[in-house]
Every structure is written in structure tokens, then in C-alpha cells.
């Protein structure tokens, strides 16, 4: 009796695990929803899309849902409070990972305990543009209109937060001059607003500016990478105008929430740095301004923690607060 107990319970514990390797195994079996932390048009939305139009046309179908606002928490506390099943994810940004628990008072997430990171996917440095028809043609002209100005120039950044934002508080700060930060939901109406006259130039990532400089409506004063963009090759840097060691970038990477299945995990962060290998994808990110950092979720996990150590470190030593 006792040993026919003992293979009947054998028996439904392999039927158990069966069923649940079976049910791992077929995963999905349904779309996956990409969460977008900031509006349509942006420079994580673009290649938030990419990457979703790839992975879609190679392996699943992924949903792109756009939620923006505060500087991209509110669209990563989306995915930290989704049930960890694998069918949402997000693109988790310099921003809100990194700079933003600096910033903010209160977080609605913690970003080194309330996600699982997937695959590391792209950088992008800031360019500081104005419209074309801007007397402004330097990064010295801006600094001089900025100082005469005296705190009444206005620059629009994607969000609270955002790379742009602290690049164009580190820029006053190094160059002693007052500014205006005008706080926007995104790079879209960030650059509709400049377009319009709104503002007087815009702190944006690569990405959300390229197409209005290829078409001539803006221009651009300067990068804040290290070295000139491949894309942007007559931009000088900020280092090289005058403020050496200058340098703020954003990167892009996926994140799912906590206690995301190993397997999930795995097979989406192959996946996606299977997508960036491809030379289309790689020649799309390079007119875009971006470079593709493929990192595994170890690799990802790694840079998320340096950069939240770096960039709290720089915000509490400049004392830079939101207002």
C-alpha cells in the first residue's frame, strides 16, 4: 500500500513538473507588450519600435504601449507592478533607472530591486539644437545669450530627469550661468514647442533631433560625448568648446519586473542581441546617432548599478534638485 502511494505521488509530481516545463516552454502565447516610458516620436520610442518591429518580424509579437510622464517613472512603475509572467516589459532608460532616484523626493519603484534586466540595447549622447533661423551658432554664443539673459533662456528637455536635463544643468553650472529648464512629457513636444518658438534650444538625444537636422530646421551647437558622432562629424563636443571632460549620455536597455522566470529572461535577451547584430538594424541606430550596446542581463544588470552610483553621486555633489 505505502509503495503504491509512493508512485502515485511520483507519478503526479512528474506529471507536475511536465506541465510546467511544457507551459515555460510555450511561452508566449500571446503578444508581449513593450511598455515606452515617454510619448510617440522620441528617441526611446523609435528605438523602442525598432527593436519591437524586429523581434516581431524574427520571433514574437510585440505591442508597443507608450506611457509617459514624470521622467519615465511612471511607465517603468507599469512594468515593475506587472505580474512577471513575461508579457510585459519595458525599455528602462538612463533616466529612470539611474538619475531619477537622485532626484526625486519619493519613487514609485526602486530600480536595482523591483526589475530583472533583460538585454542592454543602445546609447545615445545629448545634442544641444536651436531652430535654423537662431542667431545662435556656437555653444559661446549660447553661453554669452544665456549670462545676458540671466536665467530667461528657456531649454527644453523630455522630462524631469532625463540625460538632457541634467546635461543642460551640468552645462550651467560649469559655465556659472542661470537658465530656464522647461520640463516636457517627451521629445515630441519638446521639439514641436523649440519648432515653435517656445523655447530657445532643446537638450535631446540623438535620436529625437536627427531628422529635423537632416531636414534643415534645426541646428545643432554641440554633443556631450566624448568624441564627435560618426552622424554629426562637423558637431563639436562640449569638452572641446571649453568644458574639458564634459560627457552625458543616455542608453536604453530592457527590463521586466522582479522575479521574471530565468527562461524568459534568457530567451529575450538572446533574442534581442540577435536583433542589434543584424546590419540593418545596425545601420538604422547609426543615422539615428545611436550605438548599439548589446549586453547580456548579467552585462546590464552590472551597467544599470555603476550608472545609479555614478550619476546619484554627481546630483548630490552639485546639489541639483527639481523645482
Do not use: C
Not at 530627469?161 to 550651467?172: N, P
Not at 541646428?219 to 566624448?226: G, I, K, M, P, Y
Not at 550608472?307 to 553621486?313: L, P, T, V
Request: hydrophobic share 45%; no cysteine.
Amino acid at each position: 500500500m505505502q509503495r503504491r502511494h509512493f508512485l502515485q505521488a511520483t507519478a503526479a509530481m512528474t506529471l507536475a513538473a511536465a506541465g510546467i516545463a511544457r507551459a515555460q516552454g510555450a511561452w508566449p502565447q500571446k503578444p508581449i507588450r513593450l511598455v515606452v516610458p515617454f510619448p510617440p516620436g522620441g528617441g526611446t520610442d523609435t528605438t523602442s519600435r525598432l527593436v519591437a518591429e524586429k523581434l516581431t518580424l524574427t520571433h514574437w509579437t510585440l505591442v508597443v504601449d507608450n506611457k509617459p510622464g514624470a521622467g519615465g517613472n511612471i511607465g517603468l512603475d507599469t512594468v515593475a507592478k506587472s505580474a512577471p509572467d513575461g508579457y510585459t516589459i519595458g525599455m528602462g532608460q538612463a533616466a529612470n533607472l539611474a538619475i531619477n532616484p537622485a532626484l526625486y523626493p519619493k519613487m514609485p519603484f526602486d530600480p536595482l530591486k523591483d526589475f530583472t534586466p533583460v538585454a542592454g540595447v543602445a546609447e545615445q549622447p545629448v545634442v544641444l539644437v536651436v531652430r535654423q533661423d537662431s542667431p545662435l551658432r556656437t555653444l559661446a554664443d549660447f553661453v554669452k545669450a544665456a549670462r545676458a539673459r540671466n536665467g530667461d533662456m528657456g531649454i527644453a528637455q523630455a522630462g524631469n530627469g532625463t540625460v538632457g536635463h541634467l546635461a543642460g544643468e551640468m552645462l550651467a553650472r560649469r559655465a556659472g550661468v542661470r537658465v530656464l529648464q522647461v520640463p516636457y512629457k517627451g521629445a515630441g513636444p519638446a521639439m514641436t514647442d523649440l519648432l515653435g518658438g517656445q523655447v530657445d534650444a532643446y537638450f535631446g538625444n540623438t535620436v529625437s533631433v536627427m531628422p529635423q537636422l537632416s531636414a534643415g530646421k534645426i541646428r545643432a551647437l554641440a554633443v556631450t560625448s566624448a568624441k564627435r558622432l560618426p552622424s554629426l562629424p562637423a558637431v563639436p563636443t562640449v569638452a572641446e568648446q571649453g568644458f574639458a571632460g564634459f560627457e552625458a549620455t543616455t542608453w536604453l536597455g530592457l527590463v521586466g519586473p522582479a522575479g521574471l522566470p530565468a527562461n524568459v529572461t534568457e530567451r529575450l535577451g538572446a533574442a534581442t542581441i540577435k536583433v542589434l547584430a543584424r546590419p540593418d538594424v545596425q545601420q538604422k541606430l547609426a543615422q539615428e546617432g545611436s550605438v548599439p550596446t548589446p549586453q547580456t542581463a548579467a552585462q546590464f544588470g552590472a551597467h544599470i548599478r555603476a550608472e545609479h552610483a555614478k550619476w546619484g553621486a554627481l546630483i548630490r555633489e552639485a546639489q541639483i534638485r527639481l523645482t
